[in-house]
């Protein structure tokens, strides 16, 4: 679990952002938690899931939701997700984009930014590692189609 103060730079709640990681996966077959800017509750903020049957969800606020119809596997994979100026949310996995649509926009929740968990109760915690992690906030998404991905997690800095 690693947790990031709640600031105008990280609330993934409103405007637009990408997040965009290396995954290294241990177990598949139960819901497990990837970042969260939310409550407990359903009422508001932004998850990243795995579900119990291996598919990504990206949750926002009001029951908003994007879900992949193919799931993801064991072992090191890259996954971006990202939400646009106009709400379209994408879920990328090795860049192959899997899923995009329409989602509610935000309200922010005042709570940090969790990764490796669903909800600020610190519910579903992730089995695995992330080998890099990237947030960037501005006014453009990363990508909005299929692309290459990098071949390796990032560098340190």
């Not at 990031?4 to 965009?20: L, N, R």
């Not at 596997?73 to 192959?96: K, M, P, Y």
């Amino acid at each position: 679990l690693m947790s990031v103060p709640s600031t105008a730079a990280t609330q993934i709640e409103t405007g637009v952002f990408t997040f965009d990681m290396w995954l290294l996966l241990n177990r598949v077959g139960a819901v497990q938690g990837i970042f969260s800017g939310r409550h407990a509750s359903l009422d508001n903020g932004c998850v990243l899931r795995i579900t119990a049957a291996n598919y990504l969800q990206m949750f926002m606020t009001a029951g908003s939701s994007i879900i992949t119809t193919t799931g993801i596997s064991l072992g090191l994979q890259h996954i971006e997700a990202s939400i646009d100026a106009s709400r379209v949310g994408r879920i990328f996995v090795n860049g192959n984009l899997l899923i995009s649509g329409t989602v509610n926009v935000g309200s922010v929740s005042g709570l940090p930014l969790r990764i490796g968990v669903e909800d600020a109760a610190n519910a579903s915690p992730l089995t695995g590692m992330f080998p890099s992690i990237r947030l960037t906030r501005g006014s453009v998404v990363r990508h909005t189609a299929n692309f290459i991905p990098p071949a390796f997690p990032f560098p340190e800095v």
